[in-house]
């Protein structure tokens, strides 16, 4: 899994973005309600104002100004207080009138703004509120805990991860339900008041609360329906692979709540559709006035509702006046009120879906993706991703089929590679790639390819000159020993061996030359560090000789489907086998054809001396033959090396049958370096062919 960072738990973020959009569309029909219910607010001023008047009917003090009534009210008493007279006992008398009348429509004013709409609703939205966060804190504190430590990098019990996981991917359903428990509280708060019909002051009041109520409802259930789904979001495209571990998310978790796509579709779109649809009709509802609130209708008025249907109005039909003041209109102002209403709560129905929209489009997006990803990972034979199972729908159930053909495949490919190892052991995986194969069982009876190739054959001298001193076992292990050391560096210099019968190998190398000296430098080195091993045991050393010859050759599978064998057919492979032979002659260790030589590619690298001239079956005539005298102790190197020229002249000599020069040159090289067992090799057939 691919963590991008880690992510914080954030509860009441989401509680307080449903509330904001709560309010959001209850506010719209708040101010469409207080402007519909103006005209009759107003008549309520008015008739307030009307019994102040009625109190100060005999003063001086104007109804229109109160701060005129408190001043008249001022000098009054002064006036009282100068005359001492019975006009005092009177201006008292309508004085205490006075005030005796405003405290009356004071309480009455005081009584009408501490009316339920007012003062209960307000208490119990903030009550709710900050009942729904505490309750929400303290069922999330869990989660919110893991969170922090996991960001804080600190470890987490065990007991904390254990009890977090079922509480996550309950908690969409669990936060929902809490504040769906406090609008409920509230709404049945509301329902009782109205239903007991006590403490409204007159029927605006009673009328607001109804409307209230009724968009409250609607806009609480899309509320809860919001935090239900963000949460769901959440948990499934962030929190679930922080809180579970790998073997959880392998497939669908116990916890997880049985859906499918289409119920979470409809649950999403379509509740948000149907709650919306509901506003826009309480908005409708709320535009209607009924006309028998004018009365009897003039004809002017049934004209101006009627329109160009006033010609159709009569006794004779069904439009008489009775049945049109059953019927209901929308005037110019609460039309406008209507269609701003309907405008914001489509607009709002927009944006909720917009987001829902995306939401759901993620769910299936994004295990999509994780499954292509890690499809092209089981390409590459890369089968440890896996693809997270985020829920238990159909999109969970290809996740864990997919997770399941993964392992299984991982499976398949674990005994596919030791089977390869194995047939490796048989028929080595470069030939494959030499016939242009890829696997085993594309190869057939009959495949082959020609091409030019070098081959080295490598001897264990030693082997066959003492297989009768030595028995059966013996000479199993040290030739094993010997492949041991031999097959590796073959392979690491990019040589594929052929075959490997009794003491010989023959491998093949399809790149150059180069290679397959290194090979045979490295061989010969190693061979040398084993001897001293065996030497120190008092264990019988190992002897090699290898030869190296470049030529065509075929390639081919022989056989038929039951048994199949790679085999080589080719001259050259026979004569690099003489080469091997001949180094136990010339008393070397690796040799090189001439034709091979001329096709090194680093001249400087390697360093080589002429041998001699040999026939072969390939061409007529004779072909000179090298001593590689990379692999010879460094002593014995640096000496071959000084004498090379005089060697290389001593050869002609003896080829040109001039034996008595090339004998005098050979004794010289030997007095240089009497180890040189080539120089004494031609030095004892020199003076062998003198004597005859």
């Keep these: 899994m691919n963590k991008k960072g880690k992510s914080g738990y954030h509860i009441v973020r989401i509680y307080v973005i449903s509330i904001l959009f709560y309010i959001m569309l209850l506010l719209p029909v708040l101010i469409a309600l207080s402007y519909q219910m103006g005209p009759k607010l107003i008549e309520t001023r008015d008739s307030v104002f009307k019994a102040i008047l009625w109190v100060f009917k005999d003063s001086e003090i104007h109804n229109d100004n109160i701060a005129r009534f408190e001043n008249q009210t001022i000098k ?58 505490f309750l929400a804190l303290i069922i999330n504190l869990p989660l919110k805990r893991f969170f922090r430590k996991l960001r804080k990098n600190k470890t987490i019990s065990p007991q904390l991860c254990n009890y977090c996981k079922p509480l996550l991917l309950r908690s969409p359903s669990i936060n929902a339900g809490i504040l769906f428990l406090n609008f409920t509280i509230l709404h049945g708060y509301i329902y009782f008041v109205l239903r007991s019909g006590k403490g409204f002051e007159d029927i605006i009041c009673y009328n607001l609360f109804i409307h209230f109520f009724y968009v409250s409802v609607f806009a609480s259930l899309l509320a809860v329906l919001f935090v239900f789904l963000l949460q769901k ?159 238990d729908d159909e999109i969970g159930q290809l996740c864990e089929q997919c997770n399941e053909m993964t392992i299984r495949l991982k499976t398949h490919t674990k005994k596919i590679k030791e ?83 009794g003491g010989f ?99 400087v690298r390697f360093r080589y001396r002429i041998l001699d001239m040999v026939s072969t079956n390939e061409k007529s005539g004779l072909i000179y033959i090298f001593e590689i005298l990379n692999g010879e102790e460094e002593k014995l190197r640096k000496h071959k090396e000084e004498t090379r020229d005089l060697f290389g002249k001593a050869v002609e000599l003896f080829h040109s049958d001039k034996l008595d020069e090339s004998l005098d040159i050979f004794q010289k090289i030997l007095t240089i370096n009497p180890e040189d067992k080539v120089a004494r090799f031609y030095y004892e057939r020199c003076s062998s062919a003198d004597k005859g």
Excluded: C
């Design 76 to 133: 009054n008493e002064s006036i009282a207080k100068k005359d001492k007279t019975t006009d005092n006992e009177l201006i008292k008398s309508q004085s205490k009138g006075r005030r005796e009348g405003l405290s009356e429509i004071g309480r009455k004013l005081k009584q009408n703004y501490k009316t339920p709409y007012f003062t209960a609703v307000s208490i119990i939205v903030v009550v709710v509120f900050l009942f729904t966060s």
């Design 233 to 391: 979001h959440r948990v499934r495209n962030i929190y679930i692979e922080y809180v579970f571990d790998a073997e959880d998310l392998y497939k669908r978790n116990k916890y997880f709540p049985k859906s499918g796509i289409h119920t979470h579709f409809w649950l999403s779109i379509g509740l948000t559709v149907l709650i919306s649809l509901a506003l826009i009709i309480v908005y409708v509802f709320l535009g209607l006035t009924s006309i028998k609130s004018f009365g009897n209708l003039s004809s002017e008025q049934l004209k101006i509702l009627t329109g160009y249907y006033f010609e159709n109005i009569s006794d004779n039909n069904y439009f008489t006046k009775e049945n049109i003041s059953s019927l209901y209109y929308i005037n110019a102002i609460d039309n406008i009120l209507m269609i701003s209403g309907i405008v914001i709560t489509i607009i709002v129905m927009v944006v909720f879906m917009l987001i829902q929209i995306k939401w759901v489009v993620l769910s299936i997006i994004t295990p999509v993706k994780e499954l292509s990803y890690n499809m092209k990972w089981i390409e590459v034979e890369n089968t440890d991703n896996f693809t997270i199972v985020r829920a």
């Design 419 to 501: 089977m390869n190892r194995e047939l490796a052991s048989f028929v080595p995986g470069q030939f494959f790639k030499l016939l242009g194969k890829e696997i085993f069982t594309e190869i057939k009876p009959g495949d082959q390819i020609q091409r030019d190739m070098t081959i080295l054959v490598s001897e264990i001298s030693s082997f066959f000159d003492d297989s009768e001193e030595i028995n059966s076992s013996e000479g199993i292990e040290l030739l094993n020993q010997y492949l041991n050391i031999a097959e590796p560096l073959i392979q690491d210099n990019n040589g594929v061996i052929d075959r490997h019968s």
């Design 505 to 603: 190998v023959i491998a093949l190398f399809s790149r150059s030359v180069d290679d397959a000296i290194e090979a045979a430098v490295a061989i010969q080195q190693t061979v040398r560090q084993f001897n001293e091993k065996r030497k120190g045991s008092n264990e019988k050393e190992i002897n090699i000789g290898m030869g190296i010859h470049a030529g065509s050759l075929i390639l081919g599978v022989i056989g038929n489907e039951n048994r199949m064998e790679g085999t080589i057919i080719s001259k050259a492979v026979d004569f690099a086998m003489n080469l091997g032979k001949l180094t136990k002659t010339y008393g070397s260790t690796i040799l090189i054809s001439g034709d091979a030589l001329i096709k090194l590619g680093n001249t």
